[in-house]
DNA sequence: AAGCTCGGCAT
DNA sequence: ATGCCGAGCTT
């Protein structure tokens, strides 16, 4: 009986193995790009006992140190990297567990749509979500004044809650091209201000993080948040949400010249690049 | 002694 | 069901 037990483990693991081989190599330490440089990942698959089979997950932070669970992982880089979206399993940060993405599963979708880009690099330009969630349940109890307002109330308040100053949590996301220095850095046109408000020296980052992201994905028009002193004391109560975190833009016709004879100019020099490569190949 | 592996408790 | 960590086992 122990003999047969024996064999069927060691028929098992190959099976194991041979599986790993399509699905994930094993035992094998490999740099994990939804954490910061240097950290590895390493995932061993079980191949003997009750749980055999199961999928073991571990890190090593730069220095060698093995870390063992989400937990730990937190306790280590929680201060330095938003971890929220990042799921330990995979070590990818996993958009179905950012609040109010729904998307369609892979079976469901097409079948000649080519596999997901690497996620990690969207999730750069989904605004980060409200980090209050609490672990315990909340109590909550519902007083009823006056008859029949509830319901009415309930609509009204039904707008979703955001985080203020979720900019400063991309601090640490830079973008680079692969086999090039990273060292972005990009000037603001002189209109664009920084509020004063969200504070340090990285400010920078957090504006231009902020106005791309209003440009890339909001349909409203970008303004700017209507300068007030008293923004600078309650940002709460005064930083529109709508808006990115930059003072009130003005834009004078004499800047949309401007602009257009950059489009101009910029459109003509690829229009002669454009000419020149068509004359080399044809 | 250090690292690896699996059991088993906690959530 | 799955994340987490203790402890026995291996090197």
Sequence with gaps: MKILGNIMSLFLSE?????DIVVERRNRRE?????????????TRRERGASIGKLDVCYYNPAGRKIRSKAEL????????????FDFMSGK???SLIKGSRRKDSKSSNK???????????????PPIRQTASIFKQPVTVMKTHK?????????????????????????ISPYHE???????????EIVKDLNCTGGSESNAAVLASLSTALHL????????????????????YLNPDQPIVGELEVTDDLIRQQEKRVLQARNKLAAAMKTLIHASG
Excluded: H
């Design 112 to 126: 000649n749509a080519k596999a997901a880009p690497v996620i990690s690099d969207l999730n750069s330009l989904v």
């Design 31 to 43: 740099p994990c790009n939804a954490l910061p440089a240097g950290w590895m990942r390493l995932a």
């Design 218 to 237: 909001d349909k409203k028009p970008v303004v700017g948040q209507k300068s007030s002193d008293r923004l600078k004391e309650n940002p709460v109560a």
């Design 15 to 19: 099976i194991y193995k041979m599986m």
């Design 74 to 85: 937190t306790k280590e880089l929680g201060e330095t990297w938003d971890l929220t979206n």
């Design 148 to 172: 029949g307002d509830v319901r009415k109330n309930l609509k009204t308040d039904k707008e979703k809650p955001r985080q203020l100053f979720w900019e400063k949590r991309l601090n640490n």
């Design 93 to 95: 940060i996993v958009t």
């Design 179 to 189: 086999g090039e220095e990273s060292d972005f850095t990009m000037s603001l046109p």
